[in-house]
């Protein structure tokens, strides 16, 4: 009898323990703690942080913008004095091509390997007029881009980026 007793009176025990245990994992309200509101000072500098990190990745579009466009028109300047493409020009190409990618990509543009032709305004018939035609795109690109703000989306920019990367891919693979 005593034994029963005692062991009664353990496992009492122990169900109140575990009881206590579960209650002081919650407040009054049931909810967790780790779940909590976060003050209002420390929400505020998140949010302060997000907003300059906007600004900064908006930045650097612009400035991947701006970066292209130049590239662009070195590229089509040495095309027009020496007819052919040199190993920096070469590289020039890649640097451009990755920029495209980057601003296509931070727009929301997908990647697709074929853009269609209605991309450009008319087929590239030859060097120069690719060259002649990246820029100007570059250019277009890196106007359109300024024209948008962090907050918006140009259908525009990306259908640019697209075609850069378009006429890109075309001087690229050809050999001159």
Request: charged residues 35%.
């Amino acid at each position: 009898m005593f034994y029963s007793f005692f062991r009664l009176t353990f496992i009492l025990f122990l169900f109140a323990a575990s009881v206590v245990c579960a209650n002081a994992q919650t407040d009054a309200s049931g909810s967790n703690p780790s779940k909590e509101e976060l003050p209002k000072g420390i929400k505020e500098s998140l949010a302060k942080g997000r907003i300059e990190r906007e600004k900064k990745d908006y930045q650097e579009l612009l400035e991947r913008g701006e970066e292209a466009a130049k590239l662009s028109e070195e590229l089509d300047k040495s095309f027009v004095q020496t007819n052919s493409l040199n190993v920096e020009d070469r590289k020039k190409l890649e640097r451009l091509e990755k920029l495209s990618k980057k601003i296509r990509e931070e727009l929301g543009g997908k990647d697709t390997e074929t853009v269609s032709d209605a991309d450009t305004d008319e087929k590239i018939n030859s060097f120069s007029d690719a060259f002649d035609k990246l820029k100007n795109i570059s250019a277009k690109l890196s106007n359109e881009l300024k024209k948008t703000t962090r907050y918006s989306v140009s259908a525009v920019a990306i259908q640019s980026s697209n075609t850069v990367l378009k006429i890109v891919r075309f001087l690229r693979q050809s050999k001159n």
